[in-house]
């Protein structure tokens, strides 16, 4: 199983990007695939979670801005990232496992990661 994470940049404030994770080992509508991120100096933390048939999940602080989808037919995952702020900066990895979990928002019950791709809004 393999992930590709793909689509960060640099954005001024407000401005919008979209990120993609392309699977390759499993189907991705079958698996748990989220997304997570981490800054110099912070712990990563959850963004985003979807899959196994269930509505996505949110981190708090996204939620409203961010949007969580896949296209199983390409076997990805995305994060539509709107109204983006200086604090969304980060390097934003994708992550898989294969069934659900409530701990969907926990980086520890992953077992698959993609590299990460920054993300760098200025103000």
């Known amino acids: 199983v393999q992930l590709q994470a793909s689509g960060g940049g640099w954005v001024q404030a407000g401005g919008s990007l979209r990120l993609s994770c392309e699977a390759s080992g499993f189907t991705s509508y079958a698996y748990l695939m989220a997304w997570f991120r981490q800054s110099p100096g912070k712990e990563r933390e959850f963004v985003a979670a979807?899959?196994?048939?269930?509505?996505?999940r949110y981190a708090g602080s996204v939620k409203g801005r961010f949007t969580f989808s896949r296209d199983s037919g390409k076997n990805t995952a995305y994060l539509q990232m709107y109204s983006l702020r200086p604090e969304d900066t980060a390097n934003y990895y994708c992550a898989a496992r294969s069934v659900w979990t409530t701990a969907y928002n926990e980086d520890v019950w992953y077992d698959y990661w993609g590299q990460g791709t920054q993300v760098t809004v200025s103000s």
């Open positions: 979807g899959g196994s048939g269930r509505a996505p």
